[in-house]
């Protein structure tokens, strides 16, 4: 049920993005405030609007992914210093417990994280030419993948990541924009990793043998059993 209940809240969040692009923010906290009556993760994106409209710099950001990238490194050593912190805290306790600490410390960088690296600095090399809504929508990826690795020692809390990686469904068609040139190494690309993602992230049994998250993935070129 929290799937469908956080797969709500998502779905809200993503539509107020709009009002936010236009800097309408209390419109866009609203809509936070009631997508958070599904889920209360979704209070966690308030504070990034008062950061999405601010001008960083390409050498800021890339300061930011490296500091980020030594956080994800050394994950196995804050996991302990983070669970004795997290379960003293009553209202973060109850999410320590979806998943269990040995099995956190089975995380690490992923094909899916290198991935990300390779959509994030193809957009690197193209930030001068990122204008309006190409570069909201950046900045969201962005905040994404740093999320993605400072978050790497819970991952209970990266579905708090989830709020801002919706914004992959339009940001891998503009790689056609402004990379026309190899429009066909950049299909297959794009075809690559949304069928990975969707065979790998749907269908895995993890180390621990847990399949209460999985959703069984088809296609119509699928087998049944």
Known sequence: MHIFRQGLSIALILWGYKFLYEQNKIKFAIIVIIASLFHLSALFVLPFTFLIHKEI????????????????????????????????????????????????????????????????????????????????????????????????IEPTSLRLNYYFRTVLIVLLPLLYKYYNKGSILIFIFILSISLGYLYKTFNSISEYGRTDRNLFYKTIITKDD
């Open 57 to 152: 710099s390409i050498k800021i950001q890339i300061i930011i992914f490296i500091l980020a990238l030594i956080i994800g490194y050394n994950a196995k050593e804050l996991v302990s210093i983070y669970y004795s912190i997290v379960t003293n805290i009553p209202l973060l306790n109850k999410y320590t417990k979806f998943y269990r600490q040995e099995e956190v410390v089975s995380y690490q960088f992923s094909l899916g994280m290198l991935v990300d690296f390779i959509i994030l600095f193809l957009f690197m090399r193209k930030y001068k030419f990122l204008k309006g809504k190409d570069l909201f929508i950046y900045k969201i990826f962005y905040i994404s993948v740093i999320l993605s690795l400072v978050l790497m």
